[in-house]
C-alpha cells in the first residue's frame, strides 16, 4: 500500500514563492506518475502538474511559467516550487501518485495543504 505525505503550504503575499513537499512511502514500483492537484471552495479538483519517473513533465496552462514540478526518486518525493504566486492559485493541494499494477492504473493521494494567496 502507498502512502502519501504533503507539506510546505501556507499564506503568502501576491507574488511570492512557495515551495510543496510530496514524500511516498511503500512500494511504487520502477514506473509511476506523481503530480499535483488542486482544488478551491466550491470548484472542481484540476490538475496542476504532473511528472514521471523519468523526468518527463506536463503543466496546466494556468501555471506555466510560474510554477515548476521536480522529483527526487531516491527519496521518493515530489516537490512544486511556485512563483509569482495569484490570489487565484489559492487553493487546497493534494498530491498524487498513478501506478500501474499488471497494466492497470491505481491513484493514491496525500491529505492536502493549503496554500492562500492574499492581495
Known amino acids: 500500500q502507498v502512502q502519501l505525505v504533503e507539506s510546505g503550504g501556507g499564506l503568502v503575499q501576491a507574488g511570492g514563492s512557495l515551495r510543496l513537499s510530496c514524500a511516498a512511502s511503500?512500494?511504487?514500483?520502477?514506473?509511476?506518475?506523481m503530480g499535483w492537484y488542486r482544488q478551491a471552495p466550491g470548484k472542481q479538483r484540476d490538475l496542476v502538474a504532473t511528472?514521471?519517473?523519468?523526468?518527463?513533465?506536463n503543466y496546466a496552462d494556468s501555471v506555466k511559467g510560474r510554477f515548476t514540478i521536480s522529483r527526487d526518486n531516491a527519496k521518493k518525493t515530489v516537490y512544486l516550487q511556485m512563483n509569482s504566486l495569484k490570489p487565484e492559485d489559492t487553493a487546497v493541494y493534494y498530491c498524487?501518485?498513478?501506478?500501474?499494477?499488471?497494466?492497470?492504473?491505481?491513484?493514491?493521494w496525500g491529505q492536502g495543504t493549503q496554500v492562500t494567496v492574499s492581495s
Open positions: 511503500g512500494n511504487i514500483f520502477n514506473f509511476n506518475v
Open positions: 511528472i514521471t519517473s523519468y523526468g518527463s513533465t
Open positions: 498524487n501518485i498513478a501506478v500501474w499494477f499488471s497494466g492497470k492504473r491505481d491513484d493514491y
